[in-house]
């Protein structure tokens, strides 16, 4: 099963002017920073998927707040405050002065307004605001405060809050929504503004703010991995935001310390159909479990673009390191035929479920050969593919989705996650793991992997950092 929800692709043939990316190799002015990323499949906010997507949107809006998920550290951003007495009633004060790139004030009716039309699109932002905040209020008491009064208590709001596709459109795209001619070259609260829009080959930013030190142009320059490596080599590019899977061990050699690697919002797991017979066993589960080879799939079909799992919640919002190891995260197919055995699982035919997924064909081979048991040609109820696509680094939407997609239920898990939900963000990591753990134990999932993503730079780029959420922040790199 996979969790895709529609992109609202940008027109990349109707931009207005052509990016401004030099091919020649000739040292750019010493204050417009050269990168090269892959197409993005989408500049809205509030519904991308994809890393490239990630990065331009990152530098064209500022969120409420930056959220660290292994601290439960807010530092706030557009905001100047997220806070409660209660846990239930919730007020955000924004900064004052705050604009868009088209000179309209950022208010506190621009959050409430362009949320409601993220409600009324469907897009990826709409899983916050419908199933996760729970809000049965949302209102902008004056221009710099949104007052949220909810349903029941959370501390996780700071964390949903500062998700990238909560941030506020304009006005004027709230009035037309015309959001194919608006996210052809959007208007954004950030850092750098779009100047003329996007042409199939790239595009230019342009920062709003003086920075010393900082790129004032970023001259982006799309391209596939292997190409935008080379020209990063070659002198063409100042830095890739992607590494192809086969450049990943040159890459030491090539850029010496000039890397870095971060993980991406998104994860994989092999769910169990609960109810059906032959796996409503959790003995059963775990044989399973063992019988995949993570690493053999991570260096072939997977082309090692992700990392393998050691926890069921993956490094994008996990609340700090586990202190104990996750067995059903190894690989041991003795150990995994003995708990089938033990289980008296029928030598039957297993089918692995359908999916858009390119990973389940191998690892269904790979698993029912480690299991001893054939693969059945057709369908039935037997595992099946689950790809998150995370919109915030909160881990209550990985527990809620694994929990709407398997049905598990079990004796107080349901009152573990609402008191994990309703404890204070930055004390809430016990009992995550907590939660987590009751996971492990029953296992309605597999834990399989998450994506992570590179980037390499030149020798006169500095400052290279990057986020979950957010990609290469362009905004701090300096260049020389």
Not at 347 to 374: D, M, N
Request: proline share 9%; aromatic share 6%.
């Amino acid at each position: 099963m996979t969790m895709r929800l529609r992109l609202l692709a940008p027109l990349l043939a109707a931009a207005l002017i052509a990016a401004g990316c030099s091919e020649s190799g000739e040292s750019p002015a010493p204050d417009v920073l050269r990168v090269g990323l892959p197409a993005p499949a989408s500049t809205n906010p509030a519904d991308v998927h994809d890393d490239a997507g990630r990065l331009v949107t990152s530098a064209l809006w500022t969120p409420l707040a930056d959220y660290d998920p292994a601290t439960g550290k807010t530092t706030p951003r557009a905001a100047e405050s997220i806070s409660s007495a209660d846990r239930t009633t919730w007020t955000v004060k924004l900064k004052d002065g705050g604009k868009f790139h088209d000179g309209t004030p950022v208010t506190a009716q621009s959050y409430v307004d362009t949320w409601k039309a993220v409600e009324q699109e469907g897009w990826q932002g709409s899983r916050v605001l419908k199933g996760l905040l729970r809000a049965k209020e949302i209102t902008a008491p004056d221009p710099l405060t949104i007052r949220l009064v909810l349903d029941r208590p959370s501390g996780q709001i700071p964390a949903l809050l500062s998700s990238p596709a909560l941030v506020p459109l304009p006005a004027s795209a709230l009035a037309s929504r015309d959001w194919a001619r608006f996210f052809s070259l959007p208007v954004g609260n950030g850092p750098f503004r779009l100047e003329g829009g996007f042409q199939p080959t790239g595009a230019k930013l342009v920062r709003v703010a003086d920075a010393p030190g900082k790129a004032r142009v970023i001259e982006l320059k799309i391209g596939d991995a292997t190409a935008l490596y080379d020209g990063v080599k070659s002198g063409k590019l100042d830095l890739s935001t992607v590494v192809p899977g086969e450049r990943h061990d040159a890459m030491h050699a090539d850029f010496a310390q000039r890397h870095v690697m971060w993980a991406l919002p998104n994860v994989s797991y092999l769910g169990f159909p609960l109810t059906a017979p032959h796996f409503s066993d959790a003995t059963v589960r775990h044989g399973f479990a063992l019988g995949v080879d993570r690493a053999a799939l991570e260096a072939g079909v997977l082309d090692r673009q992700v990392d393998p799992a050691k926890s069921l919640l993956p490094p994008a919002v996990a609340p700090g390191e586990r202190s104990s190891t996750c067995r059903p995260c190894t690989f041991d197919a003795g150990a995994g035929k003995s708990l089938l055995t033990q289980a008296e699982f029928p030598a039957a035919p297993v089918h692995f479920g359908q999916s858009q997924s390119r990973w389940l064909r191998p690892l269904a081979e790979q698993t029912a050969k480690a299991a001893g048991v054939p693969l059945a040609p057709e369908p039935g109820q037997g595992p099946f593919a689950i790809d998150l696509d995370l919109v915030t680094p909160s881990p209550q939407e990985v527990l809620t989705k694994i929990v709407e997609l398997t049905g598990y239920q079990s004796d107080g898990f349901a009152d573990l996650l609402k008191s994990a939900e309703e404890t204070e963000a930055a004390d809430s990591g016990e009992v995550y793991r907590l939660v987590e753990n009751q996971l492990l134990r029953d296992l309605p999932v597999a834990p399989l992997w998450s994506g992570h993503e590179h980037a390499v730079w030149a020798e006169r780029v500095g400052e290279v950092k990057a986020t979950t959420f957010g990609g290469v922040d362009l905004s701090a790199v300096t260049v020389r």
